[in-house]
């Protein structure tokens, strides 16, 4: 199976802390004061539940659709409850293949990359769809930059999980064009390590008729 993360799960969020410190839950916080009480919250490829955590400090209600493909990554998340303020449905399923929840918010951090264009182009147009009209859709993940270390870093990063979890995608896409072309507008952005992650909140346009 292709990102398939289980083998990884158990180690994955130590890694990420071994090799980044504590940008990749920082930079995972950053957008959240966009989130507003009831809101219906879509997380895809949330990973081990961090994300999850981090939300119920919020003290606001919110009900949550967690998207992971991982069985072994649902089992940690599941393992980070109860919360306090949270109320989560775990859904076990490939995004790609399955009707998503509609959601007044959409979370995908570090969820894009793993994707191939043709598949990102897919996933984003499908996850749009679910998305309300005026929505917020924040993400983070890499993105490309000039300095040769933080390119042969993310270089490593795909060789890494190509060998450990069967990534289909090679190389880190450009997300920001893909957002443009959707028709989404940038409302806010936060950078880490350098400006190697991006944080960012983006809207739905409202429809017109
Ligand atoms: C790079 S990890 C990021 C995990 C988490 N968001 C974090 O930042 O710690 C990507 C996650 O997306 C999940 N994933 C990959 N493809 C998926 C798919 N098609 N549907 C749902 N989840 C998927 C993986 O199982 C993995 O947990």
Redesign the pocket.
């Known amino acids: 199976m292709?990102?398939?993360?289980?083998l990884i799960?158990p180690v994955?969020?130590k890694l990420?802390r071994l090799i980044f410190g504590n940008s990749?839950?920082d930079s995972?916080r950053a957008m959240l004061h966009h989130l507003k009480a009831d809101n219906h919250v879509l997380?895809?490829?949330?990973?081990?539940g961090?994300?999850l955590k981090e939300l119920d400090k919020l003290e606001m209600r919110l009900s949550i659709s967690y998207?992971?493909?991982?069985s072994?990554?649902v089992e940690l998340a599941k393992s980070k409850q109860p919360f306090k303020n949270l109320e989560v449905a775990f859904i076990n399923?490939?995004?790609?293949?399955i009707d998503l929840p509609k959601a007044d918010v959409v979370?995908?951090?570090?969820?894009l990359?793993?994707?191939t264009l043709e598949?990102l182009s897919m996933?984003m147009k499908k996850i749009d769809q679910a998305l309300n009209d005026s929505g917020a859709w924040l993400c983070?993940d890499f993105r490309k930059t000039n300095s040769f270390f933080k390119k042969a870093l993310i270089k490593l990063m795909y060789l890494f999980?190509k060998i450990f979890?069967q990534l289909?995608a090679n190389r880190l896409q450009n997300f920001e064009g893909q957002f443009e072309s959707l028709g989404f507008k940038k409302l806010d952005t936060k950078f880490y390590l350098g400006k190697m992650i991006e944080s960012c909140a983006y809207q739905k346009p409202k429809l017109t008729k």
Do not use: H
């Open positions: 292709k990102n398939d993360f289980n799960a994955y969020d990420g990749l839950i995972q997380i895809l490829g949330g990973g081990s961090d994300i998207v992971e493909l991982s072994k990554m399923q490939n995004a790609q293949s979370i995908t951090n570090y969820f990359d793993v994707f598949n996933i983070t999980f979890s289909e």
